[in-house]
């Protein structure tokens, strides 16, 4: 049993008797003009402010018991060593911290912040337009830092987020940090219970069943809608501050079609607010976990400039529209309809083919697995256990001409766009920055990271390498143990990449430490692609063998197995929710299959040759094929039928990829070549030819900075990426 506040009360009034540490027994605790120490209060524990030789402390006491506390702040404060993220502040976990009536707790020792919560800051400098749109900057830049560290607070709300103030040649700056780590996650953490799920108006309504490293998605973007909104009338501080929230409330995300507040912003704001707003709305109705980042909703071409907010699609449009208008039908067509989200459900399925991040589910709040309908299955062969710079790169810049349109398009097709407009004066430029040397023989797969755009590689040398694209260095080695990987993939968080190759096994790595934490028997023979499906925990796994499987990716226990190609499989694509896939083989079709009922929904026929490749489009609705008959097929997914066939401009293709926003196609082959589409209009709009190799591998990174290309010599070329 743990002291209550009022023993701490008591206790802290004579430091030199109550603290263990040295530098608190000669401290003073701050008092307020009674004499009585100052403190703040909350759920789990109080905080005293404590001045000493060393400067000011603040001193957590807890009230009530939190599991794992102990292992939970080592693990914490030895992952803050390793990754000093800026926005946390260094403290000292002390397990006989405080003597209270002869017996000892802990305590949480850490530095002093001066400065205000978000609530009073955004009190104070309301009228401070310039003064909100350095907070929201600073949001943006903590989200970015900390998801490139691996970190999520867990906690993210008014009190937990502090505008310091400090001192510049005379003049007052702010600072943004972020305190109270008890629910902060951090790898180490990823089987802890949490102790607690954050500020319940600032959680997705899912967050209580999710605990992991991308928590903190919907609580930023929810505060960071909130400031815009702000900035764009301060009024609404006055009418919706409640005094435990910026705006929003558990309400507004548990029953958004009857949310005032949302009404009034869609219909009333800027675009760029009516955006952020559509996408907080979006994000209610997908699982918590597959909530956009920050960082990818919102951009700033430079520290503190205007940002950048992602574009609705029409679809999405459409959506938002049917759910903020629901509150406006009249009781007999509510009734008729059902609920708003089972209107969005029954709408899904006709407008599943526009682009869209999120999945829309009619049961949104329960994050079950799209394959929980599937059962694990009794495999008898599966048994788990545990730079050189280039001289004077070229610049090649090119626009779309009507010669290199597209032909081969069925008549009648319709066209391939994947916006709502083609882009008919887009332009690619790109410039060799350096050819990447280390490996020994092919290299036969590349992949980015999606966190951090690093690039990871592996060649028949059986080594893996990640490099920085940035520099050119290479920032770590992995060597395999006589395992030659021909496929690479990461997690959708970056914290597991994942290897397929000779001996017909799966290996995974942590990509915190570099521990092999996963290696089982996936296939008989060669496996000749893995990867993540969708945004899930599953691995697909496809090979020589002719069989596609998948398994759940921490214990490497076989789930489902999938079965209708005749020979090899050697390329196979996903849906983001997991729900459908795609793979293309050496009996020249490609298939598409979905997932829960294990099902073949369309075989698509067309190629004369192997199917070596298969991509996505962002938006889920064209299939996109390159095979050893020298052409790139494009199909409708929902009809099954063919819509272009465009290359034989660069060999035998092996490689296809599409750009994160659906805008270039990209793919490379056998002559030494790499051909860039718009693929809006389906236009080519770059050749690069004469490079030095058969291209194995092409990849674009996810912020479309860099194109790379695996070489059949060993060498990875790398070009800067930018369109206009």
């Known amino acids: 049993m743990l002291p209550d506040n009022l023993a701490y009360f008591e206790t802290v009034q004579n430091p030199r008797n109550c603290f263990n540490d040295p530098d608190l027994q000669a401290g003073e605790v701050v008092t307020n003009s009674h004499g009585l120490p100052l403190a703040c209060t909350g759920n789990f524990a109080i905080v005293f402010r404590v001045t000493t030789p060393s400067g000011d402390w603040a001193v957590k006491c807890f009230t009530r018991d939190i599991p794992n506390l102990q292992q939970r702040y080592h693990a914490v404060s030895e992952h803050l060593r390793q990754r000093h993220c800026r926005f946390l502040l260094p403290f000292h976990y002390h397990q006989q911290g405080i003597r209270v009536r002869g017996t000892w707790y802990p305590i949480v020792k850490m530095q002093w912040v001066n400065g205000l919560t978000l609530r009073d800051f ?10 909100i749109e350095a907070i929201m900057y600073s949001l943006y830049a903590a989200s ?10 867990g906690d993210l709300q ?20 972020l305190v109270d780590y008890d629910g902060l996650w951090v790898p180490a953490l990823k089987k802890v219970i949490p102790s607690e799920y954050g500020h319940r108006n600032y959680q997705h309504p899912g967050r209580p069943k999710y605990y992991g490293p991308l928590a903190d998605h919907f609580s930023l973007l929810a505060i960071y809608t909130g400031l815009c909104a702000l900035r764009w009338n301060p009024q609404l501080w006055r009418e919706y501050n409640n005094g435990e929230n910026i705006l929003f409330t558990e309400k507004d995300y548990q029953q958004p079609e009857l949310s005032p507040l949302f009404q009034l912003l869609w219909r009333g704001s800027d675009d760029k607010l009516r955006h952020l707003i559509g996408h907080l709305v979006l994000s209610l109705y997908t699982y918590v976990d597959q909530v956009l980042p920050l960082s990818r909703v919102v951009r700033y071409p430079q520290p503190l400039a205007e940002p950048e907010v992602l574009p609705l699609e029409p679809h999405q449009l459409h959506l938002i529209e049917r759910v903020l208008n629901f509150n406006n039908f009249t009781r007999t067509d509510k009734s008729a309809l059902g609920s708003s989200r089972e209107v969005l459900s029954s709408s899904a399925s006709v407008v599943s083919s526009s682009a869209s991040p999120y999945h829309l589910s009619s049961s949104p709040y329960h994050l079950n697995t799209p394959l929980a309908a599937l059962r694990p299955l009794q495999d008898p062969t599966a048994s788990a256990s545990a730079s050189s710079p280039s001289a004077s790169p070229p610049l090649l810049t090119t626009t779309p ?38 490996h020994k023989g092919k290299v036969y797969a590349l992949t980015f990271s999606p966190a951090s755009s690093a690039l990871a590689s592996v060649g028949a040398d059986g080594i893996i390498r990640l490099w920085d694209p940035g520099s050119g260095r290479m920032l770590r080695h992995v060597d395999t143990s006589g395992f030659i990987a021909t496929s690479l993939a990461f997690s959708h968080d970056s914290l ?4 397929s190759g000779s001996k017909g096994t799966i290996q995974g790595w942590d990509t915190i430490d570099w521990q092999c934490n996963l290696l089982f028997q996936a296939h008989t023979a060669w496996v000749n692609h893995v990867s993540f499906l969708g945004q899930t925990r599953w691995l697909v796994s496809a090979g020589e063998d002719g069989l596609i499987k998948i398994w759940e990716s921490s214990t490497g226990q076989l789930v489902a ?19 459908h896939l795609l793979s293309g083989g050496s009996d020249q079709t490609v298939r598409v299959w979905e997932i829960a009922s294990q099902r073949q929904v369309h075989r ?24 050893w008959d020298e052409t790139v097929r494009i199909w409708d997914i929902t009809s099954g039928q063919p819509v272009s066939v465009i290359g034989r401009d660069v060999g035998r293709v092996h490689s296809v990829t599409l750009s994160r926003d659906g805008q270039w196609l990209i793919y490379g082959g056998d002559q030494g070549k790499i051909a860039v589409w718009d693929f809006s209009s389906l236009t080519r709009v770059l050749l690069l030819e004469n490079l030095p190799a058969p291209i194995l591998g092409v990849a674009l990174s996810p912020d479309q900075r860099w194109l790379a290309a ?11 990426w930018s369109t206009s």
């Not at 955004?122 to 003064?131: A, G």
Request: net charge positive.
């Open 604 to 627: 698509l026929e067309g190629h004369t040759g192997r199917v070596c490749c298969v991509a996505l489009s962002p938006n889920e609705r064209w299939v996109i094929s390159g095979g």
């Open 496 to 499: 597991c990449l994942v290897g």
């Open 144 to 153: 970015v830092d900390m998801r490139k560290k691996h970190i999520a607070h």
């Open 401 to 438: 001409s009507a010669a290199s349109a597209g032909s081969g398009s069925p008549p009648g097709s319709p066209p391939v766009v994947s916006s709502p407009q083609a882009n008919t004066h887009a332009r690619v430029t790109v410039r060799l920055r350096r050819t990447l040397l280390g």
């Open 561 to 579: 197995a999938l079965t209708g190609h005749k020979g090899e499989i050697w390329g196979v694509a996903t849906t983001a929710d997991g729900r």
């Open 158 to 177: 008014h009190g937990n987020i502090i505008i310091a103030n400090y001192q510049d040649k005379g003049k007052t700056g702010y600072v943004l940090r």
């Open 710 to 720: 695996a070489g059949a010599d060993g060498s990875i070329l790398l070009w800067e």
């Open 122 to 131: 955004i009190d104070r400098f309301l009228e401070r337009k310039r003064y």
